[in-house]
Every structure is written in C-alpha cells, then in structure tokens.
C-alpha cells in the first residue's frame, strides 16, 4: 500500500466542475497504477478511474467517460481527477489508493485513506 492523500473535494452544483488531487509522499507515484474510487452512501465502493503512471493506460468507469479526465504529474507527486459536468449522482466520498489493477479498475489491496467527500446539488 501507498501512501496517498486525497482533497479537493466541496459542494457544487449541476453542471459544474472540480479537480481532486491525490498526492503521495515518501515515494514517486511514476511506476505505480493509481486509482480513483467512490462509494455514495448505501452502495458499495466502485472505481471511477485508473492510470498507469509508467505508461500512461488509463481506464474510465462507462458512468464517468467523456466527463471525468485522470492525469499526473510528476513534479509535484500527484494525480488528479478533473470532473466536468457534474451530476447528483456523482455524490460520494472520492478515494485514491494504489496499487491498483488499471484493466477494470481494481483495487486488490482494500486498503483506504479518509477520501474527500463530492457533492453535488442545486
């Protein structure tokens, strides 16, 4: 497991926008598969979005494609996700965690920090 901190998260409204950040510390995040996951409440934990930070694959859940766009930087350690048009149900606590499995998003290690919470409402 990696240590890894989420933030960024807040309250916005329909159709708007924002950009979680997922920074590591005490390693580089260059070699390592870093995934973002979600869990609204009463529903079990989905992954949203996945990339391989040696070659760059990526995978996007069918629910967040065309919206959602995973990317890293090196410089400063981090990966982020860029939501754009956001929708209600987009609404949960947002992780990021790695290892991960980038082919289907998976997540063998189940190990999670506090993740930061999404909402979105009018």
């Known amino acids: 497991q990696l240590q890894l901190v989420e933030s960024g998260g807040g309250l916005v409204q329909p159709g708007g926008s924002l950009r979680l950040s997922c920074a590591a510390s005490?390693?580089?995040?260059?070699?390592?598969?870093i995934g973002w996951f979600r869990q609204a409440p009463g529903k079990e934990r989905e992954g949203v979005s996945c990339?391989?930070?040696?070659?760059?694959?990526?995978y996007y859940a069918d629910s967040v494609k065309g919206r959602f766009t995973i990317s890293r930087d090196s410089g400063s350690n981090t990966v982020y996700l860029q939501m754009n048009d956001l929708k209600p149900e987009d609404t949960a606590v947002y992780y990021c965690?790695?290892?991960?499995?980038?082919?289907?998003?998976?997540?063998?290690?189940?190990?999670w920090g506090q993740g930061t919470q999404v909402t979105v409402s009018s």
């Open positions: 005490g390693f580089s995040l260059d070699y390592y598969a």
């Open positions: 990339i391989h930070n040696g070659d760059g694959t990526t």
């Open positions: 965690t790695g290892p991960v499995i980038v082919v289907g998003c998976r997540a063998p290690f189940d190990s």
